[in-house]
């Protein structure tokens, strides 16, 4: 089922599997806070592994690890081979799909606090109607 509690046709189940997986491994790189640190960097325009490693107080091949899995995400890519320079770049693609997966969570709970909000009022003005009625009997 959906958010809304509508039944999801068969064939569209494989498809949010494949979704699913791409954005567990989405989230599992952004749970590393030197990982979100290198998207970071890289949001500004694409840089080797030594230029990647140089804020970071560990080593080059523990920077390369955590390249690998944000490579595995789909959320870098590498540059080819030229003088072993290999650049990363950024893929926005895996980052859209996330930030659409929350839009979702976050129309519901703005929904629900719009909802709230009313019921509040109302209630609001059903005391102030109670209080003027009272008052209206002395």
Not at 3 to 13: D, K
Not at 44 to 72: C, N, W, Y
Not at 98 to 113: G, K, N, P
């Amino acid at each position: 089922m959906d958010l809304t509690g509508h039944a999801i046709p068969i064939h569209n189940r494989i498809v949010m599997i494949h979704e699913a997986e791409r954005l567990d491994a989405t989230f599992a790189a952004l749970a590393d806070p030197t990982r979100r640190a290198i998207l970071a960097r890289l949001a500004g325009g694409d840089a080797t592994v030594m230029e990647l490693a140089k804020p970071f107080a560990m080593s080059q091949p523990a920077i390369s690890k955590h390249i690998k899995v944000l490579e595995r995400a789909g959320l870098v890519t590498r540059g080819p081979d030229e003088t072993h320079r290999r650049p990363c770049r950024i893929v926005a693609r895996p980052l859209a799909e996330a930030t659409a997966w929350l839009d979702d969570y976050r129309r519901f709970w703005e929904q629900s606090f719009e909802r709230l909000d009313a019921l509040l009022d109302e209630m609001k003005l059903d005391k102030a109607r109670a209080k003027r009625k009272g008052g209206d009997r002395k």
